[in-house]
């Protein structure tokens, strides 16, 4: 009966003995593997057990994580200008009366197409005609009274010359006591009322000169007055208002119909100061509609001078439209092409944070640990994204980098950008 608590308590030391003292020969063949390599490395020198001891954890690969990496290479990245704007038609004018009538043409409605030289409202011309008649006339009387002042002063030239040919005479006379002081004085009044003559004759025919040109103003005056009562368009397009109503009374500035053009269009946009020196004139430039249509288009305008208000600069793109699908005032996701840079293409779902809440990508270094690379999202599409802040080539994690952090030890499986 002795026995049992002996040998229990040689037990006892026995367990406690493996617990403690030979934990790791219990751990190794609780997991099968050899009892003898402790007794082995024991019989060893320090140096090769030592080697041995490290060369298991060199064959299981220290435990590393397996991940997916992309090989991606930098490409050239056509970092566009990204804008928002509207569309504006190139031409739009409100026709207006320069004259007071009545309407007697019948109206046109809103949405018709119009040429240039078309007929849009047409006014009663009243009594314009005959004034026009009364004009012509006065400058044909005007034009006839011209040979007359011309004679006139032919014949005031004239009697100045005579004038002063007997002024001459007499003085002569005079002088060899021929002739009397009476005659030599009444010579030369004669002298002078022929020079006041001719300075008349002038006069008047300076006078049917101004006359002959007033009756040309009247008659242009009038030939204005009647062009006015007919209003044209003045180039093609569509009519955005119905045209004034046939008799309806219109006066000077009253309007008469709206005119667009939308063939071509422009999308008009603002750049900020900042991004302004790399909009240049004759880039290209793609435009995304409220609608979801997409048209492509050339810069044509970039402002010189910045709006006061928002300090940007306005951009017009020039786009064609000959359907006239592209509507006035549509709201425009503009993007106008820009000096390339170099950037990657990746899935966005690599994208990561860092313990400190900072964007960027987890990618494999040269000694197969985890590495943490921040970027600059540059553009977002539909089959990736667009970042820059790597290097020229990175193995980047695409699948399980959510799992490992920075210095983890992982076993990458590698595929290339195109697969």
Same mark, same amino acid.
């Given at each position: 009966?002795?026995?049992?608590?002996?040998?229990?308590?040689?037990?006892?030391?026995?367990?406690?003995?493996?617990?403690?003292?030979?934990?790791?020969?219990?751990?190794?063949?609780?997991?099968?593997?050899?009892?003898?390599?402790?007794?082995?490395?024991?019989?060893?020198?320090?140096?090769?057990?030592?080697?041995?001891?490290?060369?298991?954890?060199?064959?299981?690969?220290?435990?590393?994580?397996?991940?997916?990496?992309?090989?991606?290479?930098?490409?050239?990245?056509?970092?566009?200008?990204?804008?928002?704007?509207?569309?504006?038609?190139?031409?739009?004018?409100?026709?207006?009366?320069?004259?007071?009538?009545?309407?007697?043409?019948?109206?046109?409605?809103?949405?018709?197409?119009?040429?240039?030289?078309?007929?849009?409202?047409?006014?009663?011309?009243?009594?314009?005609?005959?004034?026009?008649?009364? @004009?012509?006339? *006065?400058?044909? &009387?005007?034009? %006839?009274?011209?040979? !007359?002042?011309? +004679? #006139?002063?032919?014949?005031?030239? /004239?009697?100045?010359?005579?004038?002063?040919?007997?002024?001459?005479?007499?003085?002569?006379?005079?002088?060899?006591?021929?002739?009397?002081?009476?005659?030599? @004085?009444?010579? *030369?009044?004669? &002298?002078?009322? %022929?020079?006041?003559? !001719?300075?008349? +004759? #002038?006069?008047?025919?300076?006078? /049917?000169?101004?006359?002959?040109?007033?009756?040309?103003?009247?008659?242009?005056?009038?030939?204005?007055?009647?062009?006015?009562?007919?209003?044209?368009?003045?180039?093609?397009?569509?009519?955005?208002?119905?045209? %004034?109503?046939?008799?309806?009374?219109?006066?000077?500035?009253?309007?008469?119909?709206?005119?667009?053009?939308?063939?071509?269009?422009?999308?008009?946009?603002?750049?900020?100061?900042?991004?302004?020196?790399?909009?240049?004139?004759?880039?290209?430039?793609?435009?995304?509609?409220?609608?979801?249509?997409?048209?492509?288009?050339?810069?044509?305008?970039?402002?010189?001078?910045?709006?006061?208000?928002?300090?940007?600069?306005?951009?017009?793109?020039?786009?064609?439209?000959?359907?006239?699908?592209?509507?006035?005032?549509?709201?425009?996701?503009?993007?106008?092409?820009?000096?390339?840079?170099?950037?990657?293409?990746?899935?966005?779902?690599?994208?990561?944070?860092?313990?400190?809440?900072?964007?960027?990508?987890?990618?494999?270094?040269?000694?197969?640990?985890?590495?943490?690379?921040?970027?600059?999202?540059?553009?977002?599409?539909?089959?990736?994204?667009?970042?820059?802040?790597?290097?020229?080539?990175?193995?980047?994690?695409?699948?399980?980098?959510?799992?490992?952090?920075?210095?983890?030890?992982?076993?990458?499986?590698?595929?290339?950008?195109?697969?």
């Amino acid at each position: 009966m002795k026995l049992i608590p002996l040998i229990t308590a040689i037990l006892v030391s026995l367990g406690l003995y493996y617990l403690v003292i030979q934990r790791d020969t219990l751990l190794a063949f609780s997991r099968g593997e050899a009892a003898q390599a402790p007794l082995e490395s024991a019989a060893m020198p320090p140096e090769q057990a030592t080697q041995a001891e490290a060369a298991p954890s060199e064959i299981s690969g220290e435990n590393r994580i397996g991940v997916v990496a992309l090989h991606s290479k930098a490409q050239v990245f056509d970092s566009a200008v990204i804008l928002r704007g509207m569309t504006q038609a190139v031409r739009q004018v409100e026709l207006r009366a320069e004259t007071s009538s009545t309407v007697i043409s019948e109206p046109l409605r809103k949405g018709v197409q119009v040429a240039k030289g078309d007929v849009l409202c047409k006014l009663d011309p009243g009594t314009r005609p005959a004034a026009l008649l009364e @004009a012509q006339a *006065r400058l044909s &009387e005007a034009r %006839a009274n011209m040979p !007359v002042s011309e +004679a #006139r002063l032919d014949e005031a030239n /004239a009697k100045l010359n005579e004038a002063k040919i007997n002024l001459t005479a007499s003085e002569k006379l005079s002088a060899g006591g021929y002739t009397s002081e009476t005659k030599l @004085a009444a010579s *030369r009044a004669a &002298e002078r009322a %022929a020079v006041a003559g !001719v300075a008349s +004759a #002038r006069g008047g025919l300076e006078t /049917a000169r101004a006359g002959i040109e007033s009756a040309i103003a009247a008659v242009a005056t009038a030939r204005k007055e009647i062009e006015r009562l007919t209003i044209l368009a003045p180039f093609d397009g569509l009519l955005e208002s119905d045209t %004034a109503e046939l008799g309806s009374l219109v006066l000077p500035g009253d309007h008469c119909a709206t005119v667009i053009q939308l063939d071509t269009i422009k999308v008009v946009g603002f750049v900020p100061e900042t991004q302004v020196n790399r909009v240049i004139l004759g880039a290209s430039a793609q435009a995304e509609l409220a609608t979801g249509a997409q048209v492509q288009g050339k810069v044509t305008f970039v402002s010189r001078s910045a709006d006061p208000a928002t300090r940007t600069f306005e951009v017009e793109i020039s786009v064609a439209n000959p359907d006239l699908a592209i509507r006035d005032g549509q709201t425009a996701n503009i993007a106008i092409s820009a000096q390339g840079s170099s950037a990657h293409k990746l899935p966005q779902s690599a994208l990561t944070l860092n313990k400190d809440g900072q964007l960027g990508l987890r990618i494999v270094r040269p000694d197969q640990t985890v590495g943490f690379a921040p970027v600059r999202l540059l553009r977002d599409e539909a089959d990736g994204v667009w970042v820059a802040g790597l290097p020229e080539t990175a193995d980047v994690i695409i699948t399980g980098q959510d799992y490992v952090i920075s210095g983890v030890a992982v076993a990458p499986s590698y595929i290339e950008a195109d697969q």
